[in-house]
């Protein structure tokens, strides 16, 4: 199973970036997905998170800033990041979560945001 997360880059404060991740081998419609970011020196936290029916949760950091989306017939999960502030830099993680019974669990290996003031 791989999770392949794209879309990061260097990006001035204000500005907006799209990540994407898609997903082999397993099909996505039955796993909760979502992203995660891990900052220098910080622990990873969860990011913005949508459920197997579409139901979307953000971290109060993000809420108004960044939207979540699923596209199940392509097998992608993205995130739409807009307003981008310097504290969102950090390694985005794409993650999936049977959504029946919570394992198995699949990570990506990430892709950089930089957000420069």
């Known amino acids: 199973v791989q999770l392949q997360a794209s879309g990061g880059g260097l990006v001035q404060a204000g500005g907006s970036l799209r990540l994407s991740c898609a997903a082999s081998v397993i099909g996505i419609s039955t796993y909760d997905m979502g992203w995660y970011r891990q900052a220098p020196g910080k622990q990873r936290e969860t990011v913005a998170a949508i459920t197997s029916g579409g139901v979307t949760n953000y971290a109060d950091s993000v809420k108004g800033r960044f939207t979540i989306s699923r596209d199940n017939a392509k097998n992608t999960v993205s995130l739409q990041l807009n307003s981008l502030k310097p504290e969102d830099t950090g390694v985005y993680y794409c993650?999936?979560?049977?959504?029946?019974?919570?394992?198995?669990?699949?990570w990506g290996h990430g892709t950089l945001v930089t957000v420069s003031s």
């Open positions: 993650h999936a979560r049977y959504s029946a019974s919570l394992y198995p669990q699949y």
